[in-house]
């Protein structure tokens, strides 16, 4: 068992047989085909040459599938970690020089340690507070930012490197004269091969006979004007051994983006791994897709591989093409390899017109629209983080737009923790002799005028003791009970900030006679209040295992003077005495 959590792939080696090898093989065959374009389009949006792409869907897939935890998931180049990797490198070299590429590497090595420092710490469950909103937020403002960076290749006008997303439509508009219509013809034919292959035959890789159709009619075009440029012949070779930059200086200037590309790329590959695990029924464990991920990002900058992630596309036709193990990723990648050293001279003919088509296509499929009107017409706060961060990935730098996003969706969710529901409750005594509490909000019920029934429904913590003291103070001073009886049963976990406040809460009812008590609390709760001394300090006369206990004991307490009087009798004890 040891062993296996430190090589996770001996847990599903066990269950590969002759049968679950063919459908493996099969759906790698398929994955290899259809990253092939995907590949080479991810390169040309993180700036890099095209066979980069192509690298990167080699190394990466095999690492992730080795040291992942999910039997699906297939990672490699791409579309958002791209233009992050765009965004980022190229203020520090231009793009496609080998200076850009070194830093590429560098900022996939630094991204990598990050994410596997993230899972060897165990700290997986954090993306889980980091809502998806983010990255639909993101991903349709990268998906903008994408298709406006191709628009200078699909019209031949001229726009200097480096331009921001306003600029780059003020220099379109203003070059508007200097228009090639056969560039967009080659874009237009691509693209519409390539919607048009994937309605008629969904299973065939659409973006490749996009490519084919957008070369053939460049030939033919070729004769009308000089304009048009070809991305050039791809080296037909596998990964060369490359090095990362290791100077101080560079870690240094690279390690705050690489930050954001490791923070993206775990989000996508847990929230992605996730999504294909609700249909094969597969339990993800986030920490080991850390560590898989930061592994595969570290290994592939030694083998000129950019920053990865999973892919959804590549993920969901894994699972759909009948992949039973990861496996099927390791074949993905085997293929691609032999397939590039086949056909990589035919990348010669490809027009970057016919590229920019495609690339247009892929920035479209980025635009999750059905989740954007959804959030947009149910959520007020999901809708404000999807706003915040589409507008900051196409106004700000990216990864301050991922921080962003990631630092308000965060804030959001620490203000639903902090003012916890705290229902009133009352005994209803049409549920059997001893009756059970009932919320008085659903159910008008008489309430004790001395003993205050509630229930805490979520964690006592730093952030929520204030709304929790408030309460308790308001039943105190406006209500005059000072016998207040909290139910535990939702109360997850209590900090020492939480435990302090309650027990000062407690030592003020005491003045009065009265006093804090607990009924219900969750084992690991009551452990956790043992050791902090928490019990002690309220007394452990405060703490019941059962309500009718917590009742008994409670009642004894009560002024009779007061109890004479009631006419609420809502306990069994009333009516003993």
């Known amino acids: 068992m040891q062993l296996e959590k430190v090589f996770p792939f001996l847990t599903w080696f066990k269950h590969v047989t002759r049968d679950t090898i063919k459908a493996d093989i099969f759906a790698g065959l398929t994955g290899a085909v259809i990253v092939l374009p995907q590949g080479v389009a991810f390169a040309t949006i993180a700036g ?119 600029h780059t439509w003020m220099d379109l508009f203003s070059g508007i004269g200097n228009f090639n219509p056969y560039l967009l013809v080659i874009a237009l034919v691509t693209l519409l091969t390539a919607i048009a292959t994937k309605k008629l035959f969904p299973k065939l890789p659409n973006l490749l006979f996009g490519m084919v159709a957008g070369s053939v009619v460049a030939m033919y075009l070729g004769n009308y004007t000089d304009g048009i440029k070809l991305v050039g012949e791809i080296p037909a070779h596998l990964p060369p051994v490359s090095s990362p930059e290791f100077s101080f200086s560079t870690i240094k200037m690279l390690a705050p983006e690489a930050f954001a590309i490791a923070l993206l790329g775990l989000i996508e590959a847990v929230s992605i791994s996730r999504a294909v695990a609700t249909k094969s029924g597969q339990r993800i464990d986030a920490n080991q897709e850390f560590i898989g991920q930061g592994l595969s990002n570290i290994t592939g900058s030694f083998f000129s591989s950019y920053a990865g992630s999973g892919s959804f596309t590549r993920s969901g036709i894994n699972y759909e093409a009948g992949a039973k193990t990861p496996m099927s990723a390791i074949f993905a990648a085997l293929f691609l390899m032999i397939i590039v050293l086949l056909i990589a001279p035919l990348t010669a003919y490809l027009p970057i017109a016919a590229m920019g088509g495609v690339i247009l296509l892929v920035a479209y499929n980025l635009v999750d629209f059905h989740h954007i009107k959804q959030t947009l017409a149910f959520s007020k706060s999901e809708s404000s983080i999807l706003l915040t961060t589409f507008f900051a990935t196409l106004f700000l730098e990216l990864e301050f737009a991922i921080y962003l996003g ?81 139910v535990g049963s939702g109360i997850n976990f209590i900090d020492l900030a939480g435990a302090e406040a309650l027990v000062a809460e407690n030592n003020s009812l005491k003045k009065h006679g009265g006093g804090l008590y607990f009924v219900g609390l969750k084992s690991s ?53």
């Open 48 to 166: 890099l040459p095209p066979e980069y792409g192509l690298y990167t869907a080699m190394v990466t897939p095999i690492v992730a599938a080795l040291f992942g935890s999910s039997w699906h998931l297939v990672s490699g180049p791409t579309t958002a970690i791209s233009i992050v990797v765009f965004s980022a490198v190229s203020h520090h070299a231009d793009p496609g020089t080998a200076e850009f590429i070194k830093l590429a590497l560098t900022m996939t090595f630094l991204a990598g340690i990050y994410q596997l420092s993230f899972g060897l710490a165990r700290l997986g469950a954090l993306v889980n507070f980091v809502s998806h909103t983010v990255v639909i937020g993101f991903t349709a403002g990268a998906a903008i930012l994408i298709a406006t960076s191709q628009m200078k290749h699909i019209t031949g006008i001229f726009v200097p490197k480096g331009e921001s997303f306003l």
């Open 525 to 577: 709760v009551y452990e956790f209040a043992a050791r902090a001394c928490f019990i002690r300090n309220i007394g452990g006369d405060h703490f019941f295992d059962t309500k009718a206990e917590a009742i008994r004991q409670i009642y004894k307490r009560l002024d009779k003077d007061i109890c004479a009087g009631c006419d609420a009798r809502i306990f069994k004890e009333c009516n003993q005495n």
């Open 406 to 486: 990631v630092m308000l969706s965060l804030v959001l969710f620490l203000a639903k923790t902090s003012t916890p529901r705290i229902p009133t409750l009352s005994v209803d005594r049409s549920e059997g002799e001893r009756g059970k509490f009932i919320n008085v909000n659903k159910k008008p019920l008489k309430q004790c005028p001395q003993l205050k029934i509630i229930r805490i429904d979520m964690s006592i913590y730093f952030g929520s003791i204030n709304h929790i003291q408030k309460r308790i103070v308001q039943i105190a001073e406006k209500e005059g009970i000072y016998h207040i009886l909290i």
